[in-house]
């Protein structure tokens, strides 16, 4: 995005200057500009548009679920015994919060599978 940013009406979102339309809520600027002074002393009550810090802009990302699967799969690969141990690993660094509910099933069987094998593996051992 460019500096020169400014913010929708509508939604609040930070968009480019030279927007027609507003990438999040879709609303015709150029038109909507015009009108809205008028629209919104006739029929809308107004509102104060949100200006949104940049420690906050993260909340608007998305979740990663290329990582989720990654966990999923390496969780998969570990439970039955392909790569029992590089596979739960994986699925432990892969997985997570951010990379949605993918990622927490892959992190949770992860660690299911490493402590199995871990355990398994000390069993064997002694």
Not at 107 to 122: D, E, P
Request: proline letters at 4%; charged letters at 15%; glycine letters at 10%.
């Amino acid at each position: 995005m460019n500096e020169k940013t400014n913010f929708c009406p509508f939604c609040g979102t930070k968009i480019e200057l030279d927007s027609h339309y507003c990438h999040i809520c879709g609303a015709n600027l150029i038109q909507d500009s015009i009108n809205t002074s008028t629209r919104q002393s006739e029929t809308l009550p107004k509102t104060e548009v949100k200006t949104v810090p940049a420690e906050e802009e993260h909340q608007f990302k998305k979740q990663d679920n290329g990582n989720g699967f990654v966990s999923i799969l390496f969780a998969f690969l570990s439970i039955i015994g392909i790569l029992p141990f590089l596979g739960a690993i994986v699925a432990i660094f892969t997985g997570g919060w951010k990379s949605g509910p993918l990622g927490i099933i892959g992190r949770s069987l992860g660690w299911f599978s490493f402590i199995f094998y871990t355990s398994f593996a000390f069993m064997v051992l002694v």
